[in-house]
């Protein structure tokens, strides 16, 4: 099937304001009729629910963690894009649409973009209206700064806590919403079924992590903002609560995933310590800002300490590559290169899988004083985890499974091939095309909560009727039992290895094969191992506890279970898309000097992929992009 | 009223009334230092302050409605804090508070004990053992009733003691009226904390000084 | 770098089924612990040692694992987060113990945080602190341009100072009167010194306020433990920034 993202024609220029123009309005008094269930609370869904809930409709927000406040959308450190041009360097709405298409490899849809980049300015302000501090200069104006990839500073900033703030700042915009009674919070609820009535969605199964209990809710439409599925990869800067389940569930009742293969793999994390580590931590792509990053250049001196090697004998390979943007090249970019020098012998530390992170050089410019104001609590961070003092000792980085620009496929409206069924923020696969730019996530998150949503599910509502189903249907019925039954079988098992054993084991086999180069032999073996694992998972997976009460095995065992279908899913997906771009390289296809190689004749399209059961192969369904305002070209950062 | 019912109203109704009653203490040391002049010091002294007549029984109005308000505020805030925090760690480890803050409630206690038998002793004078005459200008004599008491070993200790007590409420609670007050930022909060110890170590040694000279026979 | 030596600790740790189960502290021995592995990381070990053992593992919240969710919430040893300066649970490093050492771990104790399981508490009331008046009434759209106020640095960084609150509850739980003052006043801190926060300042102080008593949180005496456990050094000259801002709203 070709899919049809229906999206505004014309001139890009009005394209957003034409086609709010068009859509359909629902009526003020009609609002409060109408039920939107909000699963997940974090920028995209935090926001969203807040203003739903303002406009008059009737929010139910579902999240799985105690508190609105904790979504991961939190640890995001660095900042948020917007095209102000306050520093007046060049920038514009179109330039950042430019940016974001090109930073993603043209595999992202221009009208998408562009309506990102234009209303990236409300963000700010919204934000700012909130309380958010965003860092100001002393005559009181806000500071810009540039980030990952970026020749203009467009990049707003809370210290290192960017994330945070703006999440605090929707936080407050939904509570003031449940205080006033618009939205109901549903928090410790893990969303585990779509429930489609006659082909279009109207509720969820969820559990009640507390008391166990499977409960069913019922709305004119369900709004998904449930983020990534990087945890796919075990270790990853995800929380540890992160999962596909909520998009999986929706996928298997029939929502397409769309470029599941597009993983970002972050440059600048701390590296695994040993097998018992649970997680691996992000430090801010800032750091780049003032670091040069290099590994020897001689095998034989990896084992020394960084000070016994001298400036000749290292490779500043970023610098030597990327004359032009140098450490600052795009993250897929970096991350390339470190592996690359990795399993070419060089890396640093404990297995080989690390890269210096080098301030020397900047300490002696501007001084250490300088460089603990800008990064002093990211310092601070290393040190408390690895014990180094990096203001003396070179850090040590390496890439980390971060984010996902792959997710459930959507139309120019948010809205899923499933009527009735909206995804927001990361859980979508819509602006970022293979690989998205630092600082962008956030201002997607909080574009489709704020801005885009409030309009576009009006489109929608103002064609259903309120009310029609309730949570005595058959569907939702069937659906509970099916959840429980899930659950019972889960727990029934009592099988010998642990959730945790594997979900490790399914990371190792992703992140080696479908990491960050793929081959067609890694990934054909991927879907060969895949499948074993899941089948042993449901015969040797020892859940403890019962179902009735808060059983983080139970959950766990959920969302690995998930992870091990999807698995297959991200790995096919991968498979088929016979070119490299963006955070998906292949092996096969690269330039001479190893750069990505893409093919834009065959593979200029989103595919979508349709879930038939395990047993079965998906259904691939394309969408082809069109490429009018910003021209197909060689992404090059050199 | 909000003040009194609301958790920062009645935190600030104790701040003010507890910093009252600081006031009265150093005029009441201050008062007390005239026993040092001699027996004409401190008779004349209290011989001006009787000659105030109806006055006299309003200050004593306020103070005890300062001591109530106080006293009362203090007892219902200690009994809803614990039973907030009805639980206790298995190990108890201490990083800022200490001693002094933690006991407020019973250093508080113990001073209202002290008060009434200061009262008892010296306003009312119906101990036992009192030396009661007056002196050569037909005055009241504080002096030999002062003197005389605290030649009494356990009423020296008595007043020591509880000058010790008074030390400890005051050790938080001076820099505590500050706090309260919103008078606090990072630079004057290190030193207002500072000179409110200070300010206690004050007040205890200046009040325990005078059992202290009296028992040691210093002071005759 | 020492990857070689391991220790072994015996842990002491509060066991509850569920809200209304009395609980008691059970001991449990960590093995082959090294000093990268952080807290979390030990105690999963453990808890993998225990699921194989067939018994059930020990509830503990957490999420980010790099200390800004706010969701890891034990009490190590008398001490919220363990009492490494500025750092929570899911930060502190096995490397500030030694081997053979005994730790206590306990959930967040306070009435106003219920215990759910072990040492998982439930902490609505947080929210609903917040939800009676942590915010600015501003709308979707229709604000001014965020350059429109100018804002002092020196304002914008005590703002920033008290918005670094997670959220954890470490502060009332660290707080001999449970008291919720400190994660009151960072809010209501921020808010007032910002021109967005300032019109609505005198009611939201005493509706916060309000609220903090309703959901069952002591009184603040000064003690300023909660400073001192707090696991982003949020200072206690809020809570007397909230002070003023209350006497001020007293004379509104």
Not at chain 3, 162 to 179: H, L, M, R, V
């Amino acid at each position: 099937m070709i899919l049809d993202g229906k999206c505004p024609t014309g001139p890009i220029e009005k394209s957003w304001d034409n086609h709010r123009f068009e859509l359909k309005l629902v009526n003020p008094a009609n609002k409060r009729k109408y039920t939107v269930i909000m699963v997940g609370t974090g920028l995209a869904g935090g926001a969203a629910a807040a203003s739903l809930g303002e406009l008059g409709y009737n929010v139910m927000a579902f999240c799985y963690q105690d508190s609105p406040r904790r979504a991961h959308s939190i640890a995001a450190q660095g900042g948020i894009n917007a095209a102000k041009n306050y520093p007046s360097d060049g920038d514009s709405i179109l330039r950042l649409m430019y940016d974001t298409i090109k930073g993603g490899d043209f595999r992202a849809r221009e009208a998408d973009v562009w309506r990102l980049s234009q209303v990236s300015n409300n963000i700010i302000d919204q934000c700012v209206a909130q309380g958010v501090p965003f860092n100001r200069d002393y005559a009181g104006y806000l500071d810009n700064r540039s980030f990952g990839g970026a020749q203009v500073s467009r990049t707003f900033y809370s210290r290192g806590q960017t994330g945070q703030q703006l999440l605090l700042g929707a936080y407050s915009a939904l509570s003031r919403q449940i205080k006033a009674g618009t939205v109901k919070m549903y928090t410790r609820r893990e969303m585990l079924d779509l429930v489609v009535v006659d082909g279009v969605a109207k509720g969820i199964t969820v559990r009640n992590m507390v008391t166990g209990e499977i409960e069913c809710y019922a709305a004119d439409a369900v709004c998904l903002a449930t983020g990534g599925y990087v945890n796919v990869f075990y270790l990853s800067t995800n929380a540890k609560g992160c999962s596909v389940t909520a998009n999986w569930a929706a996928a298997k009742k029939g929502a397409f995933f769309a470029n599941p293969c597009y993983t970002q793999i972050h440059p600048t994390c701390i590296p695994q310590a040993g097998e018992y580590q649970s997680k691996l931590t992000l430090m801010s792509e800032s750091l780049r800002n003032d670091g040069r990053i290099w590994v020897p250049k001689k095998k034989e001196d990896v084992g020394k300490r960084p000070d016994q090697i001298s400036d000749e004998d290292r490779d500043y390979y970023l610098e030597r590559k990327y004359p032009s943007y140098g450490n600052l090249a795009p993250r897929d970019i970096s991350s390339r290169s470190a592996k690359e020098q990795c399993d070419d012998g060089r890396g640093v530390g404990p297995g080989g899988r690390g890269v210096y992170l080098d301030y020397a050089d900047s300490i002696k410019r501007l001084g250490e004083n300088t460089i603990r104001e800008r990064y002093g609590n990211l310092f601070e961070m290393y040190e408390r985890i690895t014990d180094d003092n990096a203001y003396k000792t070179p850090m040590r980085i390496y890439p980390a499974p971060h984010y996902a620009m792959g997710g459930l496929w959507v139309d120019y409206n948010l809205m899923s091939n499933v009527p009735g069924l909206f995804v927001l923020g990361e859980a979508n696969f819509s602006v970022h095309g293979a690989n998205r730019l630092g600082a962008s996530a956030l201002m997607q998150g909080l574009a489709d909560g704020y801005f885009v949503i409030p309009y576009t599910i009006g489109g929608y509502l103002a064609t259903v009727k309120p009310g029609t189903v309730k949570v005595d249907h058959p569907e939702f019925k069937k659906s509970k039992e099916d959840v429980s039954a899930r659950n019972n079988k889960f727990l029934s098992i009592k099988g010998k290895r642990t959730v945790t054993e594997f979900h490790r084991e399914l990371g190792k086999i992703m992140w080696n094969n479908v990491g960050m180069a793929r081959s067609k032999e890694s990934l054909t073996e991927a879907l060969k191992v895949i499948p074993k694992i899941r089948e042993e998972f449901w015969q040797n997976v020892n859940v403890t506890g019962t179902g009735g009460e808060i059983n983080q095995q139970l959950e766990n065992a959920g969302r690995v279970a998930d992870f091990l279908e999807f698995g297959e899913l991200l790995t096919r997906d991968a498979l088929h898309r016979e070119e490299s771009c963006g955070g998906h390289f292949r092996v096969e296809h690269q330039m001479p000097d190893g750069e990505a190689k893409r093919n834009d004749a065959d593979f200029s399209y989103v595919g979508a992929w349709e879930f038939k059961g395990n047993d079965k192969e998906p259904e691939l369904h394309k969408e082809p992009l069109k490429f009018e305002t910003i021209h197909l070209a060689v992404r090059s950062y050199k | 009223m909000q003040l009194f019912k609301s958790t920062v109203g009645r935190k600030i109704l104790m701040a003010i009334t507890g910093q009252l009653m600081v006031l009265f203490v150093v005029v009441h040391l201050l008062g007390n230092s005239s026993i040092f002049i001699g027996p004409n010091g401190i008779n004349a002294y209290a011989e001006h302050l009787h000659s105030l007549g109806p006055l006299v029984w309003v200050f004593r109005l306020v103070m005890l409605t300062l001591l109530l308000v106080h006293g009362i505020y203090g007892a219902v805030v200690t009994l809803e804090n614990s039973a907030a925090n009805p639980a206790k760690y298995a190990m108890n480890t201490k990083l800022e508070r200490g001693f002094a803050s933690e006991n407020m409630i019973w250093t508080g206690l113990l001073l209202l004990a002290f008060i009434i038998y200061h009262l008892l002793h010296f306003t009312a004078r119906v101990t036992p053992g009192m030396t009661l005459q007056n002196d050569l200008q037909g005055r009241f004599d504080v002096f030999s009733m002062v003197v005389s008491s605290f030649q009494h070993g356990t009423i020296a200790l008595i007043y020591v003691a509880a000058m010790i007590v008074l030390f400890l409420h005051l050790f938080h609670g001076i820099q505590s009226f500050f706090q309260t007050m919103g008078w606090n930022n990072d630079c004057s909060r290190p030193v207002i904390s500072k000179v409110g110890r200070l300010v206690a170590v004050v007040f205890l040694l200046g009040y325990s000084s005078i059992p202290v000279v009296i028992l040691a026979r210093i002071l005759t | 770098m020492s990857d070689h030596k391991t220790m072994t600790l015996t842990l002491i740790v509060w066991r509850q089924k569920n809200a209304n189960d009395p609980g008691k502290f059970e001991t449990y021995t960590a093995k082959d612990i090294t000093e990268h592995h952080s807290f979390l990381e030990m105690l999963d070990c453990v808890n993998e040692d225990l699921i194989n053992s067939g018994k059930e593992p020990i509830v503990f919240d957490h999420d980010c694992r790099e200390g800004i969710c706010g969701m890891c919430s034990q009490v190590i040893n008398g001490v919220p987060h363990g009492g490494q300066e500025r750092t929570t649970v899911c930060q502190l490093h096995m490397r500030k113990f030694k081997d053979g050492d005994t730790i206590y771990i306990e959930p967040w104790r306070a009435k106003a945080f219920p215990i759910q399981k072990d040492l998982v508490v439930d902490r609505t009331a947080y929210d609903t602190i917040i939800q009676s008046g942590g915010y600015t009434s501003c709308h979707t759209g229709g604000v001014p341009d965020a350059n429109a106020t100018l804002i002092p640095k020196e304002v914008l960084d005590y703002a920033m100072d008290a918005a670094e609150c997670i959220g954890c509850g470490a502060c009332a739980a660290a707080c001999p009167n449970s008291s919720a003052m400190l994660f009151t006043s960072a809010k209501v801190a921020q808010l007032a010194v910002l021109p967005q926060g300032k019109p609505e300042a005198a009611a939201r102080v005493q509706a916060m306020l309000n609220t903090m008593q309703e959901c069952g949180f002591g009184n603040c005496s000064n003690h300023y433990e909660c400073q001192a456990a707090c696991p982003k050094g949020i200072n206690v000259k809020f809570i007397a920034k909230l002070n003023r801002e209350y006497l001020k709203a007293l004379f509104k």
